[in-house]
C-alpha cells in the first residue's frame, strides 16, 4: 500500500501562485510515476501532469503547459506542482496519484494509478 498526502492548496486571486506537494508513504519503491489530476465541481477528473520517478522526464496538459511545473524529490518521497499565471478556470480539487509498475503506464489516464490522496483545493478569484 502506498499513502499519499497532499499540502498547499488555497485561495488566490488570478495571476497568483500556489506550490502544491504530495508526500509518499508506505511501499513508494514500487512506484514507477506519480501524476497531479485535478476535478472541477460537475466535471470529470482530469490529468494535469505527471512526473517518472526514476527519470524525471514529464507530461503536461496542454492547459497548464509552461504555466504548471511538477518535480519530485526522491530523498523525501515528495512530488511538487508549482502553480504559477492561475487563472480562475484552474478551480478545483487537486489529487496526486501513483502509479505503481506492472500496468500500462499511461501517465494521462487515472485509471492507470494505483493510488491517490485525499485532494485539496485550490480556487483562483478573477
Known amino acids: 500500500q502506498v499513502q499519499l498526502v497532499e499540502s498547499g492548496g488555497g485561495l488566490v486571486q488570478a495571476g497568483d501562485s500556489l506550490r502544491l506537494s504530495c508526500v509518499a508513504s508506505?511501499?513508494?519503491?514500487?512506484?514507477?510515476?506519480m501524476g497531479w489530476f485535478r476535478q472541477a465541481p460537475g466535471k470529470e477528473r482530469d490529468f494535469v501532469a505527471a512526473?517518472?520517478?526514476?527519470?524525471?522526464?514529464?507530461s503536461y496538459a496542454d492547459s497548464v503547459k509552461g504555466r504548471f511545473t511538477i518535480s519530485r524529490d526522491n530523498a523525501k518521497s515528495t512530488v511538487y506542482l508549482q502553480m504559477d499565471s492561475l487563472k480562475p478556470e484552474d478551480t478545483a480539487v487537486y489529487y496526486c496519484?501513483?502509479?505503481?509498475?506492472?500496468?500500462?503506464?499511461?501517465?494521462?489516464?487515472?485509471?492507470?494509478?494505483?493510488?491517490w490522496g485525499q485532494g485539496t483545493q485550490v480556487t483562483v478569484s478573477s
Open positions: 512526473v517518472w520517478w526514476t527519470t524525471s522526464r514529464t
Open positions: 508506505g511501499r513508494i519503491f514500487t512506484n514507477v510515476a
Open positions: 496519484a501513483a502509479m505503481e509498475y506492472g500496468g500500462r503506464y499511461r501517465l494521462t489516464l487515472a485509471d492507470d494509478y494505483d493510488y
